[in-house]
């Protein structure tokens, strides 16, 4: 795995720590709101220096940052979770745009849409070229990574 599989990982275990009955008729009630993202994030890695999606607003641009896409209602918790599509978006934005000095982006998500990445490959390939990305596909089950 990756260098920051660790961080998957934490995400994954307070999914985990929220998981409910899919028969709950509470579903959706319980999870991982945006705002504990950074604090989850910071106890996993022992880092606070690093731009985060949702869950942490700055105008300062940091060498690291982190996109979370948690988009199963039985995970995301409150409103302000990005789905996969706007997490590219954000990524494109962050890397080409707002922050390119960026070093590493790291995005961790519930849902994989290999069309939406298609659409986004060409940026991606871009930042690449400048700056290590990860890709860590979660569940309370498994934690893969994803090769791009």
């Not at 409910?20 to 606070?48: F, K, L, M």
């Not at 979370?68 to 409103?79: E, P, Q, W």
């Not at 490959?121 to 990574?145: G, Y």
Request: glycine residues 6%; hydrophobic residues 35%; charged residues 25%.
């Amino acid at each position: 795995m990756g260098d920051f599989s660790v961080v998957a990982e934490a995400i994954k275990e307070a999914i985990k720590d929220t998981d409910i009955s899919y028969d709950d008729p509470y579903a959706g009630t319980t999870g991982v709101r945006p705002e504990d993202i950074p604090g989850i994030i910071e106890s996993a890695s022992g880092a606070n220096s690093f731009n985060c999606y949702p869950g942490r607003s700055t105008n300062r641009c940091f060498e690291m940052v982190y996109f979370v896409s948690l988009n199963s209602r039985r995970y995301a918790k409150g409103r302000g979770h990005p789905n996969f599509e706007k997490t590219l978006e954000l990524l494109i934005r962050h890397m080409q745009g707002l922050c390119p000095e960026t070093t590493t982006a790291v995005i961790i998500t519930d849902s994989w849409d290999a069309r939406i990445f298609e659409k986004w490959r060409d940026n991606i390939s871009k930042i690449k070229n400048k700056a290590h990305i990860e890709v860590h596909l979660i569940s309370p089950a498994m934690h893969t990574e994803i090769h791009i």
